[in-house]
Every structure is written in structure tokens, then in C-alpha cells.
């Protein structure tokens, strides 16, 4: 893509304030949404699914405008984008780039797989110690059993 | 948190799991101290459970305390349809303490965050049940005189048997101790318990058979190893002659090996080894009575 093609297409979809979330893979595109309750948000958001990527074979990215999160926040998709990059956006300019990294608790968010577990027999938040980052495994703090990422299904 | 729950054996540390070894002596010693007098406990047995909670009760009968409850989940509110939640709340107001006994796992440690007063876990199904760790330790403790340079056996269910997954990381806290593994392909040690040991450089041995060692043993957990745990019933039929400890292989032990089993009994220690000076798991299960009462004792402050 010539120089000149690559900035018509970024001034299409540009925003002038706030985060782009890029690298989301298009499968995890709604619950990504849910988790950061963008359903919710009454500011501007367009998105994309199913896009070219180099690290992706389909991926999704989001834009919401005149939003910006804490890492807290922003660190709880990591469980099903991990390689989600964000750009900040002020003036259409992009003034800050973080990744997400996989948080050492996960509070809600994730089922526990275990059907035994109290957690899937009464409305209890899942509780969950980050065993393994990459891939993700977690420690239920009640059954204390390991949820893989393979296991792993979003609440 | 504050409260003196025990949830999960590691929940106490090594420290507390020692002081509840010195506090069972001294109950063993004299069980009818009467430190629960005027104090009320609260006995719920989600499901069935003959010798957890007769030992419990008896603990705290010798301890003069009163006992509410239930036994089973069917004479309980729960066939209304109450929550875990709402009896927890509601009954840690009547009572000092709760011992509780449930086949969701998890739900022990849940209890101990709704409840107001110390949460005893007498069960939570597969997950944990350290008050038989607790005992067990007890146990090795009077067999043996001490917890290092001991060569623990665990033989039989490995995989799914949570009293020697427990009794592994307790005694994982102890000088050079060495485990030797003897199960079935099917029941072998679930490798995240493996990898704990590797990392703390503990050493352990597997083994399909344990005749021919059985002479290095210090202690012979025995558990039982169950048909349904079996995908293949022909898998099950070759190996359950394999995992019976017979009297006739006790020949050439050593003189303190002391042969342990959390019961109930089915096949997997003959009869015939019960009248055998080593076999130790009636003694055992009364080391029940003076260990509960100790850790009664200890998440009530009592001593």
C-alpha cells in the first residue's frame, strides 16, 4: 500500500479524541465489547471484524471516541485479545501506545469450568489466580481448580 | 482475614499445623476438657458422612458444647431451595462456629466469606478435607516421632484421591522427606502436584507395584482404588489385585512402618493385616477425635 493510499484510509475511519483497540481477534470481537461495556457507552464507537492483518488471520478493531481507560480495565481483555494494542488518541494525533497484559487476578469475566464448582450453583463472582500468563491458565479461588485457556468461556 | 477458618490445609501454616500437633496431644491426653461450654455448634452436612462427623461431634461432646445441625442436605432447608448463602447467614448468627461438610467444591471457602464466625471445612467434594490432613499428620507425628527423613508410600487412587494430594503438600514443608508413588497407569499423581515437588527439589518415584519396595517404607498410605474410575472395566480388572496390601507383605518392613488408610476399607488392605502391629488406621481415625477437638480449640481461641 502506497504512502498516500495508507493515510486516505486512516483519515476514513480516524477519530479526533480517544482509543483505538487494534489486534482484537474477530471471533472475541463482542465479548471484548462486553467486558469493557462498550454496549453501554453513550459515546461515538465504530468497529471492524474480519480484517487483514499480519498477526492476525482475521482481526477486529474498535474506536471509541472521547473514552480513555485504565489499565485495569483495559488489562481484562487480555484473557481473549492478548496481543491487543491500543492507541490514544488526542487531535487526531496518536499520542500514546500501550498493550495489554494479562493481569495476576481475574475478577469476573470468566466461567470456571469446573460444573462441581459452588461458582456455577449460586450467583458468586468468579475469583480466579493467574497461574500461567501464556497460555493462560486460572486458579479458581473456591474449587481451586485450573481453568485452561482452551476451557476458558467469558461470563 | 481475621477469623480462623480452615478452608484448605495450606491455609495454616507450618507453624499453626505443628501447634495443632501439640494441642491434640494434650487433648488425647485428657479429651474432656470442657472449653465449649456454653458455646454452640453448628454441625451441616450437606451430604452424608459417617465417620467425619461422628468424630467431630464426638470432639465437641468432649468438649462440653452443644451441637446444632443436620445431617444430610434432606432434612435441611435446601429441599426448599435455599442457597448456600442464606443458610450460611442465617445460621452463623445462632452459632460460634460451623463445621460444614458440602459436595460442591468451593462451597467451604464461599461459607467462610458469607459466614461471621469460623468456617471448618469437613468436606467440600473433591477439593479438600483438611481435617483428614490434619489427622493424618497427627498420625505420622505419634508413629514416627518426627516429620523429616520420612519415606512417605501413597498407593492406590492417586489421581483423584484428595487426602494424599493434602498429606503431599503438608509433609512437602518438612526436612528430606521422599515420596514413592505406587498407582495405576489410569491413577497416576496428576502432574501439577509433580511439578510442585520438582520445584522444591522434593524427591519422588513412581511405581505400577510396590511388593518389592514395600521394605523401604517408613509410612503406607493405602486408598482405594475404585471401578468407576475407569474408562475401561478390563484396565480395572487386571490391576485390582495389584493395590491390596496383604499381610504376608509386611514380612520384611521396618519396625516403625505404620500402615494408614483414611477409610472406609473395602478390599484394599486384607483383613488379615488388621491384627498386624503395623496396621494403624483404627488408631488413626481415633486421632480423628483429638485432632478436631484441637482445631476447634485453636479457631475459637480456646487455648
Do not use: W
Not at chain 1, 95 to 117: A, D, H, L, M
Not at chain 2, 221 to 235: A, H, I, L, N, W
Amino acid at each position: 500500500m502506497s504512502e498516500h493510499k495508507k493515510k486516505l484510509k486512516l483519515k476514513v475511519s480516524a477519530i479526533s479524541e480517544g482509543t483505538v483497540i487494534d489486534h482484537i481477534p474477530s471471533e472475541n470481537l463482542f465479548d471484548v465489547i462486553s467486558i469493557l461495556e462498550l454496549d453501554k457507552t453513550p459515546n461515538m464507537i465504530t468497529f471492524g471484524a474480519n480484517l487483514d492483518s499480519d498477526k492476525l488471520v482475521n482481526k477486529a478493531i474498535i474506536k471509541v471516541s472521547n473514552q480513555f481507560f485504565e489499565n485495569d480495565d483495559i488489562n481484562k481483555i487480555a484473557l481473549i485479545a492478548p496481543h491487543a494494542k491500543l492507541n490514544i488518541i488526542k487531535d487526531y494525533e496518536v499520542i500514546e501506545k500501550k498493550v495489554v497484559e494479562v493481569p495476576s487476578q481475574v475478577i469476573g469475566i470468566v466461567k470456571c469450568f469446573n460444573p462441581k464448582c459452588i461458582t456455577n450453583a449460586e450467583p458468586i463472582t468468579t475469583s480466579f489466580k493467574v497461574t500461567s500468563k501464556e497460555p493462560i491458565a486460572l486458579k479458581c479461588m473456591y474449587c481451586e481448580k485450573i481453568t485452561s485457556e482452551s476451557q476458558m468461556v467469558i461470563k | 482475614m481475621n477469623k480462623k477458618d480452615l478452608i484448605s490445609i495450606m491455609d495454616y501454616s507450618k507453624e499453626e499445623h505443628l501447634r495443632i500437633m501439640d494441642l491434640a496431644a494434650d487433648f488425647e491426653k485428657n479429651p474432656n476438657q470442657k472449653l465449649l461450654e456454653g458455646k454452640v455448634v453448628a454441625s451441616l452436612f450437606f451430604e452424608p458422612s459417617t465417620r467425619t462427623r461422628l468424630s467431630f461431634e464426638t470432639a465437641i461432646n468432649r468438649m462440653g458444647g452443644r451441637i446444632v445441625g443436620f445431617s444430610d442436605a434432606g432434612s435441611s432447608s435446601v429441599t426448599k431451595g435455599e442457597t448456600l448463602h442464606d443458610t450460611i447467614r442465617m445460621v452463623s448468627q445462632y452459632a460460634d462456629l460451623i463445621v460444614m461438610r458440602h459436595p460442591l467444591e468451593g462451597s467451604a471457602r464461599y461459607a467462610a466469606e458469607v459466614s461471621s464466625v469460623p468456617v471448618i471445612n469437613a468436606g467440600d467434594g473433591a477439593n479438600q478435607h483438611p481435617t483428614q490432613t490434619l489427622l493424618d499428620m497427627y498420625s505420622i507425628l505419634k508413629t514416627q516421632n518426627t516429620f523429616d527423613d520420612l519415606n512417605i508410600f501413597m498407593v492406590g487412587d492417586l489421581r483423584y484421591g484428595r487426602t494424599v494430594h493434602s498429606l503431599l503438600m503438608a509433609m512437602s514443608q518438612f526436612e528430606n522427606p521422599i515420596f514413592n508413588f505406587i498407582a495405576p497407569e489410569e491413577l497416576l499423581m496428576p502432574e501439577e502436584y509433580k511439578i510442585y515437588l520438582r520445584e522444591k527439589g522434593i524427591r519422588f518415584f513412581e511405581h505400577l507395584e510396590f511388593t518389592d519396595i514395600i521394605s523401604e517404607a517408613d509410612i503406607v498410605y493405602m486408598t482405594r482404588v475404585q471401578k468407576e474410575r475407569f474408562s475401561d472395566p478390563m484396565e480395572y480388572e487386571e490391576v485390582k489385585n495389584v493395590y491390596i496390601l496383604r499381610n504376608s507383605m509386611l514380612e520384611n518392613t521396618k519396625p516403625n512402618m505404620r500402615i494408614l488408610h483414611p477409610l472406609p476399607r473395602v478390599n484394599e488392605i486384607a483383613t488379615d493385616v488388621d491384627k498386624n502391629e503395623k496396621a494403624y488406621y483404627f488408631q488413626q481415625a481415633l486421632n480423628g477425635v483429638f485432632t478436631r477437638e484441637a482445631i476447634i480449640a485453636h479457631a475459637l481461641n480456646l487455648k
